[in-house]
């Protein structure tokens, strides 16, 4: 039940950001020049130090894509939230945080926790430090804190697609 309120909570704010900002259709030649440039462009910095990012673009729709077997679309930001749709109907966020500190990773983990209603396993070999629990992962690499939700479906304890998006946007950001 308090998934399907959040789906339909995102749902809600990818339709007023998208009508916000008056997207048009994208024709199928410029949507794949846009996925070939995406792979090979750099990546830009994602936020001003000491806030979430919000502009997305720590990885792009073509390297989820690569890494989900799915295509997504342009994401879309909420409450600092990154979001894509993918190809098969089902979102994947992402939350950011820069110059985080213990008790940001102490509040990532609550967060987790809650929006998840399991205990939190640790993951070893990724970052400095990283826990997931159901379809939620928190991975801290230095003074990052990446939140991916909805990665891998269903988790259940083994996240390799989120782990994965973790590693693409930390080699992203550096």
Same mark, same amino acid.
């Given at each position: 039940?308090?998934?399907?309120?959040?789906?339909?909570?995102?749902?809600?704010?990818?339709?007023?950001?998208?009508?916000?900002?008056?997207?048009?259709?994208?024709?199928?030649?410029?949507?794949?020049?846009?996925?070939?440039?995406?792979?090979?462009?750099?990546?830009?910095?994602?936020?001003?130090?000491?806030?979430?990012?919000?502009?997305?673009?720590?990885?792009?729709?073509?390297? $989820?894509?690569? !890494?989900? *077997?799915?295509?997504?679309? &342009?994401?879309?930001?909420?409450?600092? =939230?990154?979001?894509?749709? /993918? #190809?098969?109907?089902?979102?994947?966020?992402?939350?950011?945080?820069?110059?985080?500190?213990?008790?940001?990773?102490?509040?990532?983990?609550?967060?987790?926790?809650?929006?998840?209603?399991?205990? $939190?396993?640790? !993951?070893? *070999?990724?970052?400095?430090? &990283?826990?997931?629990?159901?379809?939620? =992962?928190?991975?801290?690499? /230095? #003074?990052?804190?990446?939140?991916?939700?909805?990665?891998?479906?269903?988790?259940?304890?083994?996240?390799?697609?989120?782990?994965?998006?973790?590693?693409?946007?930390?080699?992203?950001?550096?």
């Amino acid at each position: 039940m308090q998934r399907a309120a959040s789906i339909a909570l995102v749902s809600i704010a990818i339709a007023l950001d998208v009508s916000a900002c008056g997207r048009g259709s994208t024709s199928g030649s410029s949507a794949a020049s846009s996925a070939e440039a995406a792979l090979s462009a750099p990546v830009a910095s994602a936020a001003a130090a000491g806030s979430p990012a919000t502009d997305c673009s720590y990885i792009s729709p073509a390297q $989820l894509g690569s !890494i989900e *077997g799915a295509t997504y679309a &342009a994401p879309t930001s909420f409450h600092s =939230i990154c979001t894509w749709i /993918g #190809s098969d109907g089902n979102p994947l966020s992402i939350t950011l945080t820069r110059n985080a500190t213990d008790a940001d990773w102490r509040n990532v983990l609550d967060t987790v926790q809650g929006d998840q209603r399991e205990d $939190l396993t640790p !993951i070893s *070999g990724l970052g400095d430090r &990283a826990q997931g629990a159901g379809l939620e =992962i928190a991975v801290q690499r /230095g #003074s990052m804190i990446v939140d991916i939700r909805n990665g891998d479906s269903p988790g259940f304890g083994k996240w390799p697609k989120s782990a994965a998006i973790a590693n693409a946007v930390f080699a992203n950001l550096h």
